[in-house]
């Protein structure tokens, strides 16, 4: 079975600082990663995926998520945070074992304050 | 380009009334279609997904059921609703047979259940 994991429910970080946001998982083939921004009441929007190839993906808004097979993880980044970057986000994973269904985490929620 | 709506945006039932939310996606052909829902403002439950007209599956037993009359219509019912069902309710779709493939969420319907 394939699975995710956000290991922190909240990250705060200041307006200007970088900023991570983690990720693992856990698949029995290949994975096919993507992480996804929510904000209040919203859909999920896309930012960013893994498919193969360079381990260093850019995305959206300045996103980026550097995908580590030995650490089975699929941290986001991004150099300087903005306070409109305060949402909720999902790292989620594809497997092709599993009929291409996609597992996501429990979220994290990033504050930037000014 | 294409388009994923969801009506209503939000929608307030007594227990034991009966649900229909509906998806529709513009633009596109043939896509793979989900129900998934997001409790308190966290996780995504997978619910259903489709590959096909007619074709459900359902991820997690419960009262509530999916049906896709046609290509780019997905339907999400219940016939006696329970406190429990209360949530977000998204809908999402990705291309067809593309399992390496971003999915893309409608904006939601809010549904609360007293």
């Known amino acids: 079975a394939q699975s995710v994991a956000q290991p922190e429910d909240q990250v705060n970080v200041a307006e200007g600082n970088p900023l991570t946001v983690k990720c693992t998982y856990s698949v029995s083939g290949n994975p096919y990663l993507f992480w996804y921004v929510q904000y209040p009441n919203r859909g999920l929007q896309f930012l960013l995926k893994y498919i193969t190839g360079d381990n260093l993906v850019k995305g959206s808004y300045g996103f980026e998520a550097e995908f580590n097979k030995s650490q089975t993880s699929f941290h986001l980044k991004k150099p300087s945070a903005l306070v409109s970057d305060s949402a909720l986000y999902f790292c989620a994973v594809r497997d092709v074992a599993n009929a291409g269904k996609s597992t996501f985490g429990d979220g994290t929620t990033l504050t930037v304050k000014p | 380009s294409q388009t994923i709506h969801q009506w209503p945006a939000t929608l307030v039932q007594p227990v034991g009334s009966p649900l229909s939310l509906e998806c529709t996606v513009e633009g596109t052909s043939n896509p793979n279609l989900y129900w998934y829902r997001q409790a308190a403002g966290r996780g995504l439950q997978l619910l259903f997904y489709s590959v096909g007209i007619g074709q459900i599956s359902s991820e997690v037993p419960q009262n509530l059921s999916a049906s896709r009359p046609q290509d780019r219509q997905f339907i999400l019912s219940s016939k006696k609703l329970l406190l429990s069902d209360s949530g977000f309710y998204l809908c999402?779709?990705?291309?067809?047979?593309?399992?390496?493939?971003?999915?893309?969420f409608g904006p939601g319907t809010r549904l609360t259940v007293l």
């Open positions: 999402a779709w990705s291309e067809m047979g593309l399992l390496s493939d971003t999915q893309y």
